[in-house]
């Protein structure tokens, strides 16, 4: 096979209601209009990497409607938990969609991990999921891998935001640097755009399905940049490519004014 197409969204912030409305945006009208703008692109292969705080309150409904919707669309799904879920009611109410930390894409290997912590927003890793981390490193030598997780391990020159990345990720690097295989550490949490490094590994971030946060902001703010997503080519080779696009013709707008959520 000599690539596979996926797309990653993230921070849907779902409610209990299809009604309900983040800084002014209906989440689930914003990511509806994402996965309507993928199809037109022709982009992901119908599969999507969900990377995280797909509800905002952790409701039950919240994700059943989701499922619904991912039902509907007839879509393949890969998520991982984010710091706004409850990754069991998550996999009680995702019933079409349930949750594997591996997933083979064509030549390609995902693997996802869970980087929340109960009651904060700051990422951190515990001991348990870097054992199964490296288990299931061990299980896919020789196949490229995606690796995610939903917090970013660096700081974005964001003041208020770069708090609550992990806060723990020496262990988290020093293990995926000792695999060869390992081709690029995607994330969220973060609701905006970022393409570089952690140290000598590929690092990307994705915009948000709903809101984004103002780039290089010393406290909480929410920019007008529409809703968005990332692709991602994967080649049987091993390389990727990757790019974001957001919406254009979303015609809802974000209360900037906000001061938190």
Not at 52 to 62: H, K, N, R, W
Request: charged share 20%; glycine share 8%.
């Amino acid at each position: 096979m000599s690539h596979m197409d996926i797309v990653q969204i993230t921070d849907l912030h779902f409610g209990a209601s299809v009604d309900s409305l983040l800084a002014g945006i209906n989440p689930v009208d914003s990511f509806i209009s994402v996965l309507e703008a993928i199809d037109l692109g022709g982009r992901g292969d119908n599969l999507l990497l969900l990377s995280g705080d797909l509800s905002g309150e952790c409701s039950p409904q919240s994700y059943k409607i989701l499922n619904q919707i991912l039902k509907e669309q007839k879509k393949d799904v890969i998520w991982l938990p984010g710091n706004h879920d409850d990754v069991e009611l998550m996999a009680n109410h995702l019933v079409d969609f349930p949750r594997q930390r591996v997933n083979d894409v064509g030549d390609w290997s995902i693997i996802t991990l869970d980087s929340a912590q109960l009651g904060t927003p700051v990422g951190h890793i515990n001991d348990n999921e870097l054992m199964l981390l490296s288990e299931l490193l061990d299980q896919v030598k020789g196949r490229p891998v995606l690796f995610s997780m939903h917090h970013c391990p660096i700081a974005l020159d964001c003041p208020w935001l770069d708090k609550q990345k992990i806060n723990n990720p020496e262990k988290l690097y020093q293990l995926l640097t000792s695999f060869d295989n390992v081709k690029a550490v995607v994330t969220g949490h973060v609701h905006q755009q970022y393409d570089g490094f952690w140290g000598q590994l590929p690092l990307f971030t994705a915009p948000s399905s709903c809101i984004q946060f103002k780039r290089y902001s010393q406290q909480f703010a929410i920019s007008n940049q529409k809703p968005g997503y990332r692709w991602f080519s994967l080649e049987s080779t091993g390389l990727l490519s990757t790019g974001v696009e957001f919406l254009t013709d979303f015609n809802q707008s974000p209360d900037t004014a906000s001061e938190g959520y």
